[in-house]
C-alpha cells in the first residue's frame, strides 16, 4: 500500500488534494469491491460484449500477467475493441505512464463510431 501512495505522490499532475480523494476512494472501493476483485473471473461473463471495450496493460504487469489479459481479450467479441500493451508499465499504468494512459483512452472514446 505504501509503494502505490508513493506512486501517486510522484505522479505528474496529481495535488495534495487529489491524494486524499485516491486515499478515501480505495478505501472505500477496498471495502465495496476487494472480496469480488480478488474472485473475479472475467471468462464467466462470456465472449460477447455489447459495449466497445478497451483494455490497457502493463506489459511488465507482476499482478495481471499479460499474456493472461491479452489472452482474454483475443477471446472477446465488441462492436469495437482495443488493447493497448504499455512498455515500461507494470501493474498502475495510469499512475506511471498518465499521459500515455489519458492519449489511448481519449483517442478510444472520441473515435468516430462505426
Known sequence: ENALFKMVMTAPGYSVRDMQA????LKFSASALLQEMMTI???TLGPEFRVPV???AGKADAII??????????AIRAPRKKLVVMAGAGHNTIFTHGDEFLRELLAFTQAPRP
Open 22 to 25: 485516491f486515499g478515501m476512494g
Open 54 to 56: 478497451l483494455l490497457i
Open 65 to 74: 500477467p499479460t499474456a493472461l489479459a491479452v489472452e482474454w481479450f483475443d
Open 41 to 43: 473471473d472475467l471468462r
